[in-house]
């Protein structure tokens, strides 16, 4: 009888655990520029939990918002480039909340065969990228934050070198290099298609490239700086066909949250905890990405109770 009642104990606690063992497929959507990091909190996370098979999709951090509000694609984490986006694409409708996790800056990366590459500084690289020799390329402000940011960045370099000309010749330089997200543009300058790329500080880390580390008066770095880079906007496509949207110049926040359609939330909330907790900020800060939280959230009170740690009530 005790051996019964033994073998029937060990039972129910088997199925207990089977039942909080995490399984099945989890979606996430995320900026290009995740792509190094999570790929490792991947690995990471199936050690704990080997039974969820995760799929990443990569993609301008407003296209992966798109996938979710006009195509109706099921996704269990959406992780931003630029918290905004979740803001105005996915809340309310497609979300309830937006955390804030990491920052990045703006840099210029080349490579050693790179045109004029041997005498670029931060005082000349706007002379340098006039160039008619020179090709740079940058990513799709429609589609991706990398893209309306390099906009801004060679706004601000007007002001900040006090010559209007920077971004009114930049501008309408090299149109068909522009691609959608800013890890596509990796291949161009690896062929030496293009001699140079508006890009993160955090990916030119993580693929071992040049890079030229700008003025904080236009990376779009520093919180003390939010009233400089304010004064830069751009125009870029709204909701709707037709419609427009201003972005204007602010430090580089990212976000992350889990839509409503998510299919396995209950991975996803697991996910989301590894993401911001501490083995996930620490792959974060190795990959070039500084961690920003516990920061302000217009949704805190929206926010799962197990991830309410990692934001602060805006209010």
């Known amino acids: 009888m005790k051996t019964i009642k033994l073998f029937m104990i060990s039972m129910l606690l088997a199925l207990t655990a089977n039942a909080d063992e995490l399984s099945g497929k989890l979606t996430v959507f995320h900026a290009g520029s995740l792509s190094v990091p999570f790929k490792e909190m991947v690995t990471a996370f199936n050690k704990k939990h080997p039974d969820v098979e995760i799929l990443l999709e990569a993609a301008g951090s407003r296209t992966c918002a798109r996938k979710i509000s006009d195509l109706n694609r099921p996704c269990d984490v ?7 986006v979740i803001d105005q694409l996915l809340i309310p409708e497609h979300a309830d909340w937006n955390i804030k996790f ?5 840099t210029l990366v080349y490579h050693k065969a790179s045109r004029r590459a041997d005498e670029i500084n931060r005082d000349n690289w706007p002379e340098i990228l006039a160039d008619k020799t020179v090709i740079f390329g940058r990513s799709d402000p429609n589609a991706d934050p990398c893209g309306y940011r390099a906009v801004l960045t060679m706004k601000l370099a007007g002001n900040y070198y006090q010559n209007p000309a920077i971004p009114e010749t930049l501008l309408k330089k090299d149109l068909n290099y522009i691609r959608p997200k800013e890890t596509d543009l990796l291949g161009l ?10 890009l993160y500080r955090s990916v030119a880390q993580q693929h071992g490239l040049e890079y030229l580390l700008l ?17 830069a906007s751009v125009e870029i496509s709204g909701n709707k066909p037709g419609e ?17 359609n998510a299919g396995n939330p209950k991975a996803a909330m697991a996910f989301v905890d590894f993401i911001l907790g501490p083995e996930g900020t ?32 805006q209010k």
């Open 244 to 260: 427009t949207v201003t972005k204007t110049g602010a430090p580089m926040v990212y976000g992350i949250t889990i839509p409503k």
């Open 189 to 198: 300058l690896e062929s030496h298609s293009i001699d140079y790329i508006f």
């Open 78 to 84: 959406m992780a931003s480039a630029d918290y905004t």
């Open 215 to 231: 003025p904080d008066e236009i990376n779009l770095k520093k919180d003390e700086l939010t009233g400089a880079y304010a004064q």
């Open 282 to 313: 620490a792959i974060m800060e190795r990959s070039g990405q500084p961690t920003v939280g516990p920061s302000p959230s217009d949704s805190f009170e929206r926010i799962p109770a197990e991830l309410k740690k990692y934001a602060t009530n």
């Open 102 to 106: 990491a920052a990045n800056e703006m």
